[in-house]
């Protein structure tokens, strides 16, 4: 039996800037991109941190 939990916004919200933390400081310390495979992306690490930092910007507020 799967046991589905509805995810409330905020959770959503806060879930995801954990991994977009991550993400910038992994390429910061690696000083290069990640693992994660960016197909549409830019390929200069430094314009992927600020993709992921403006995207974080504009989440909701919560």
């Known amino acids: 039996m799967v046991v589905r939990r509805r995810v409330s916004a905020q959770d959503a919200v806060i879930g995801l800037m954990s991994f977009a933390f991550m993400e910038i400081r992994t390429m910061g310390h690696r000083r290069g991109p990640t693992l994660m495979e960016w197909t549409d992306g ?4 430094h314009e992927q941190i600020r993709m992921i930092a403006d ?3 504009n989440f909701p507020k919560t």
């Open 42 to 45: 830019p390929e200069d690490y």
């Open 55 to 57: 995207i974080c910007h």
